[in-house]
């Protein structure tokens, strides 16, 4: 089957040449030996290597190679947009003693937050409104323990890498070593991907701050710091409260000596959403091992624990709610919910901090699920009074929480809360309860044991706590535990429901139909009928069930008729079913043949109501054709593979517009789209690190004419959205399709 290509191209500046160019032995490549970088570790080879990357930006882009060699940087490193930093395998970046650093930049929301996340330019290598842009290869950069781990002296840094308003990072395979106060900052970036980056700053403070950024993902990671290891913030730095989230973190080994191994804050103004943090090992953190504070008015939600293990921790999971209200904007009190934890498994260390949930008041934490957690306390305390515990409301350390009465869980002020098939033990005979609850409520423990105390005077407590249920809730000997008041009903399961979808894949003509069997099947409770519908069919198919809805434990029978254009291909589609709150889904394939393989575009719509009458599509792309709708510049040059394919014209006056998405379509059978970017803008901040660059380029008849970097990423069959220009100095961009 052809696949789609989909090209867009912003304007451009005039082509820059690169014969003759120091570094430009291949394509794109910039050797900092051949801009007069040593490698020799003594020489001040900071002029040679921002050189490099001047020259790889304004070709366009390119990939700045540091051969096998220590070389020293007693000045800032500037990156660019558009620019690699590959270090092979021997290379060093070494920090220098020098203080000859940038100086820090002004801020004037310096009082919102410490001195070095206020500040950016003091770092070895800092950007700032930075579009694609990465760190690879197998080499290091050294902060040489040059680097400060409090605040900086006129010319010294204080950060290795320190990036801010970024659009599509990667950071994969080097290793960030004596990172000062931070290995690496960034600040209100976008689109970033790490693979097996290893930090090193045990002897230091932070590993890697992530502070209000979107669209993340983490794998691989190998992370030892002094201070925070992996820690996810968002403050008022930038003069603003910037959101958070869409972020996957897996396969990665964190450690923290004095402070946090993976932390949600302190600084939290924005707030947090969607995060995924899988098979992780955690050894090592004086503080908290799985922490997360709002402590600024942050509302964090959506955050999900599962597989990972976590060993030699003070506090094993923390939550709190403070009133800090660090942020612009008189922020009010802030909120944690919907949170996970599944198979997580952690043995603590002394002094201990009890396993915690400490709302301000009731309703500020909320929907937290415990399910096969299985914890291991030091112990070793006598019995003490049960009361509250004092609480320092501005402070987000484990201690700011005097002893906690339960040496395993403590609640105050958390609601819904559900523990399942998990355990509380300790190392040491304690003398205090297992669990606590305090002014919380609903609770559910379902499978849950404890280990009693020789003296103490019962296992689980609730103080001022309703809407409890316990069922099989045992000691570790198999005995019922001592409930304090009084023992709770047993837990009414909740209705739920699988649903399963037969057969998993199956072939069609075009214009003909397929069926699938449907099944929901009862899991507890009465969950009801179940409401059908489905998603991801080919283009031009109807979807239909029989009956709809379903009751559990009965068939419906689904129909996928397809039209005779639809296109060729294998589409999967996603059956949904609802009920009483509940949503499951089951995935099916269906693959058409005989159908329609001939592009159509349809569908468009511009978000730019005084220029959307010249926008229009086209068919045949070629050089000479008009570029715009309301201009008469022609393209000059037209890569070969994109000669003849269909396209979109756009007005050039849209290069102004801002709404995102600016444009929609449809396409009636798998995609390719690529996007040509000016290279006066670089890569716009809503092209995300799956769009490939292609190292192609559109050239136009403007008086200088300019040129537009061709990026792609491929699209299924259905709607294509795509952002703003995201200047309107330049040109707007045109699309295509082939």
Known sequence: ???????????AVALVGLVGAPGAEAAGTFNVRDYGATGNGSSNDTSAINNAITAANSAGGGTVVFPSGTYKSNNSIHMKSNVTVQLNSGATIMGSSSNDYDPPEPNPNDDFQDYGHSHFHNAMIWGDRLSNIAFVGEGTIDGGGHLITGNPDSGQADKIISLTRCSGLTVSGITLRRGGHFAMLINQCDNVKSDHLTIDTASDRDGWNVISTTNATITNANIAANDDALVFKSDYALGAKLPNGHVRVSDSKLSAKCCNALMFGSETCGDFTDYQFDRISINGSNKSGLGMVSMDGAKISD??????TVTNVHSPIMQKVGTRKRCGNNPGVGNISNITYDNITITGNTPAFSPTLWGESSGHISNVTFNNVNIRVPGGNGT???????????????????TRPAYGWYLRYAND??????????????????????????LSFQDFTVQRGSNSPFDIGFQTTTGVCATNVRDTNGNAVRFNPSTPPSCSPGADFSLAATPSSQSVAAGQSATYTVRATAVSGSPGDVTLSASGQPAGSQVSFSPNPVAPGQDSTMTVTTAANSPNGTATITVTGGAGGVTRTAPVGLTVTGGNDQLAITGLQVADSANSADWSVQSGLNTGAAQYGDRTITLRTVPAALAG??????????????????????????????????????????????????GTSLVNSEGTARTFRVFEKGFAA?????????????????????
């Open 1 to 11: 089957m052809r696949r789609l290509s989909l090209l867009v191209t912003a304007a």
């Open 417 to 442: 809360i559900k523990f399942i098939n998990s355990s509380v033990r300790f190392a040491a005979n304690d003398g205090r309860p297992a669990v606590i609850a305090n002014n919380s409520g609903p």
């Open 384 to 402: 003490m009074s049960t009361n509250p515990p004092s609480n320092d409301a501005s402070d987000y350390n484990p201690k700011s929480i005097g």
């Open 718 to 738: 259905g709607q294509v959205a795509l952002g703003p220009n995201g200047d309107s100095g330049s040109s707007m961009y045109t699309i295509v399709v082939r």
């Open 645 to 694: 394919a269909q396209w979109i014209r756009t007005a050039n006056d849209s290069k102004a517009a801002s709404n995102n998405p600016l444009v929609t379509f449809t396409i009636n059978r798998a995609a390719t789209v690529s996007v040509a970017v000016d290279t006066r803008v670089g890569r716009p901040s809503w092209m995300g690190s799956d769009w490939t660059d292609t």
């Open 303 to 308: 955050v999900h624990y599962r597989d990972i």
